[in-house]
C-alpha cells in the first residue's frame, strides 16, 4: 500500500509579483500564472493521478484545472493557504509602523501565534493533517495548493525550524512529493520546477 502524493502550488498572480499577503483572499491568476500552468500541464501529461484537489480559492483550482483539464477536481477548503487576517492585501514593503509590529510578533512564533483573525502555522499543519487523513492508502493524488500549505506538510515531516532559522522555498506551480508506505513517509521531492527552467514565459 504506497500512497504517493503531489503538492503543486499554484500559477502566479499579480499579488504574488507585488509582494502582497495573499492568504485566504481569492486572487486569479495572470497571465504568466496561466501559461506556467499550462508548462505544468505538459510535464503531468503522461502522469495517471486516482484522485485530484485543489484549494477552493481561484488560483489554486484554476490551475489544477489548467493543467489537468480531463481531471474531475474535488475542491477542499483544507487545502487553503495560510489565514494572515488583518495583514492579508498589504504588501510586506509597505506596512505600517503597527503592522510591521504585528508581522514582528508573529515571525516570532508562527507556530503557535496568530495576526488577528489569522491562523498560526500549527493552525494550517493540523487543517492539512486532517486534509491527508481523509485520503486512501493507496494510489497517486495531486493536491492542488499554497505555498505556506505545502511547507506545512513537509514540516510535519522534517520537522518546524526556530524563528529564522531556515525556509522553505516553494515556487509556483512547483511539485512536491511525499510517500506513505510501511516504512513510513518519505520525501521524494520539494520544489520541482523543471517545467519552468527552459525557455521564457513568453508564449
Same mark, same amino acid.
Given at each position: 500500500? %504506497?500512497?504517493?502524493?503531489?503538492?503543486?502550488?499554484? #500559477?502566479?498572480?499579480?499579488? &504574488?509579483? *507585488?509582494?502582497?499577503? *495573499?492568504?485566504?483572499?481569492?486572487? $486569479?491568476?495572470?497571465?504568466?500564472?496561466?501559461?506556467?500552468?499550462? +508548462?505544468?500541464? !505538459?510535464?503531468? !501529461?503522461?502522469?495517471?493521478?486516482? /484522485?485530484? =484537489?485543489?484549494?477552493?480559492?481561484?488560483?489554486?483550482?484554476? @490551475?489544477?484545472?489548467?493543467?489537468? $483539464?480531463q481531471a474531475e477536481v474535488r475542491l477542499d477548503v483544507r487545502l487553503r493557504e495560510l489565514a494572515y487576517g488583518i495583514?492579508? #492585501?498589504? /504588501?510586506? /514593503?509597505?506596512?505600517?509602523?503597527?503592522?510591521?509590529?504585528?508581522?514582528?510578533h508573529w515571525h516570532e512564533d508562527p507556530f503557535g501565534r496568530r495576526v488577528p483573525g489569522g491562523e498560526s502555522y500549527g493552525d494550517l499543519?493540523?487543517?492539512?493533517? !486532517?486534509?491527508?487523513?481523509?485520503?486512501?492508502?493507496?494510489? +497517486? %493524488?495531486?493536491?492542488?495548493?499554497? #505555498?505556506?500549505?505545502? +511547507?506545512?506538510?513537509? =514540516?510535519?515531516?522534517?520537522?518546524?525550524?526556530?524563528?529564522?532559522?531556515?525556509?522553505? %522555498?516553494?515556487?509556483? @506551480?512547483?511539485?512536491?512529493?511525499?510517500?506513505?508506505?510501511?516504512?513510513?513517509?518519505? %520525501?521524494?521531492?520539494?520544489?520541482?520546477?523543471?517545467?519552468?527552467? &527552459?525557455?521564457?514565459?513568453? *508564449?
Amino acid at each position: 500500500m %504506497v500512497l504517493d502524493l503531489w503538492l503543486i502550488r499554484h #500559477g502566479e498572480t499579480d499579488w &504574488n509579483t *507585488q509582494g502582497r499577503i *495573499q492568504g485566504a483572499e481569492d486572487q $486569479p491568476l495572470n497571465a504568466t500564472g496561466l501559461l506556467q500552468a499550462r +508548462r505544468l500541464g !505538459a510535464r503531468l !501529461a503522461g502522469v495517471r493521478f486516482d /484522485a485530484v =484537489y485543489a484549494s477552493d480559492l481561484a488560483r489554486a483550482h484554476v @490551475t489544477a484545472q489548467t493543467a489537468l $483539464p480531463q481531471a474531475e477536481v474535488r475542491l477542499d477548503v483544507r487545502l487553503r493557504e495560510l489565514a494572515y487576517g488583518i495583514l492579508e #492585501g498589504k /504588501a510586506w /514593503a509597505e506596512l505600517s509602523e503597527a503592522e510591521s509590529a504585528v508581522a514582528a510578533h508573529w515571525h516570532e512564533d508562527p507556530f503557535g501565534r496568530r495576526v488577528p483573525g489569522g491562523e498560526s502555522y500549527g493552525d494550517l499543519m493540523a487543517r492539512f493533517a !486532517a486534509f491527508r487523513a481523509d485520503l486512501p492508502a493507496n494510489g +497517486r %493524488v495531486a493536491a492542488f495548493s499554497h #505555498g505556506g500549505t505545502i +511547507r506545512s506538510a513537509l =514540516y510535519a515531516v522534517v520537522g518546524t525550524p526556530a524563528a529564522g532559522a531556515w525556509r522553505l %522555498v516553494i515556487d509556483n @506551480t512547483s511539485i512536491s512529493r511525499l510517500r506513505f508506505d510501511e516504512r513510513g513517509i518519505t %520525501v521524494v521531492t520539494v520544489n520541482d520546477h523543471a517545467h519552468l527552467a &527552459n525557455g521564457t514565459l513568453d *508564449q
